[in-house]
Structure formats: C-alpha cells, structure tokens
C-alpha cells in the first residue's frame, strides 16, 4: 500500500543525540531552532502590526489569544444597533410638542402622525417591506413619544430647544433634528 507524503509545515525540530560527543552539535541545532522560531515571530509581529518595544510579546500573545479564547475577545452587541436612543427620545419629544403647538393644542397622535411623513422621523419607522403608513406609523411615534417623557435627558433637550428658541437660532435647532438621520447611521 502506497502513502501520500504530506507537506510538512512549520520548523523542524532537531533530534539529540545522547551521545558525549554530539553535545556541541545538538547545542548548535538548539540555537538554530531557537534563532528560527525568534525571527519567525518578530516575522509575524511584523505583519500584525505591532511596534517592536518592551511590550510586544504581550501584545503578540494578546492579539493571539482574542482570535481563539472567547473570554478574551472585545465584547460585540448582540441584536440590531438601538434606533431609539436618549438623544432621539428626547428631540422626538420636543418636536411632538413643538407640533401641537404650531397646530393649536391637537392631540399627541395629531402631532405624531404629522411627523410621522417627516424627516428624520419618517426613516425610525421604516420596516423591511418598506415603511409604516397611516395608523401604525402613528402609533410607533406615541409608543416612543411615551417612552420619552420617561427618561430625564428629555428635559435637557426640551431646555436645549428653550435656548434656540430665544437667541432666534431655530434653524439651527432644525438642522440637528434632520442630521440625526445621518448620526444614526454611521
């Protein structure tokens, strides 16, 4: 029966002799292979990256280590990235004030299902099939509306709006509602 040579990878080990006499050779195989493994792993620290200093066999052994040691890699969020964050909460909740306002003191769903065409908010209530329309896309705004007068950082932002409101820089107010569409999706 034949067998297939398999390519060998890595480097080769020396084999000692117990002999008195081959004591300086397997010394001189032992510093070869220790001189190879050495040059190797400077090699690969190369490519990685990693600046040859004091704490480079650290770094190595780390940067190692987080390819195969679950406990060691940096921890990801599991699930879909959050679209409704304080920040977004609480410009929601001041521009559902902000539309009763202009529309006389209507409801909240009023002022929510007209922002709900607008943007940024328009873009919160998109669904894979495409976006919510009418009644759900409404209903999404007063859910998150609710949740909004829940957390403090809608104060801060209601506060926020106060000042733009009297320094007449409004626009300006305008411009970081639409530009949290773009924050969001980086």
Avoid at 7 to 34: C, M, V
Avoid at 55 to 75: C, G, I, M, N, S
Avoid at 169 to 183: F, K, M, R, T
């Amino acid at each position: 029966m034949a067998f297939k040579k398999s390519a060998t990878r890595g480097i080769f080990k020396p084999s000692f002799s117990l002999l008195p006499s081959h004591l300086a050779q397997n010394r001189a195989d032992l510093e070869i292979y220790w001189a190879e493994q050495w040059k190797r792993m400077n090699a690969l620290g190369d490519s990685l990256g990693i600046p040859d200093d004091n704490t480079r066999w650290y770094a190595l052994a780390l940067h190692l280590a987080q390819r195969h040691v679950p406990e060691l890699k940096d921890a990801k969020p599991i699930g879909a990235p959050k679209k409704w964050g304080d920040y977004e909460l609480g410009v929601l909740a001041v521009e559902i004030e902000r539309e009763q306002e202009r529309q006389g003191g209507v409801t909240i769903e009023c002022a929510a299902s007209a922002l709900a065409s607008r943007m940024p908010w328009s873009s919160f209530l998109q669904v894979k099939g495409g976006t919510y329309m009418g009644p759900d896309a409404t209903a999404a705004l007063v859910r998150q509306y609710a949740n909004a007068r829940r957390i403090k950082f809608t104060k801060v932002c209601r506060m926020a709006f106060k000042y733009h409101d009297a320094t007449g820089s409004i626009e300006e107010w305008e411009n970081e509602v639409l530009a949290i569409d773009q924050q969001r999706r980086k």
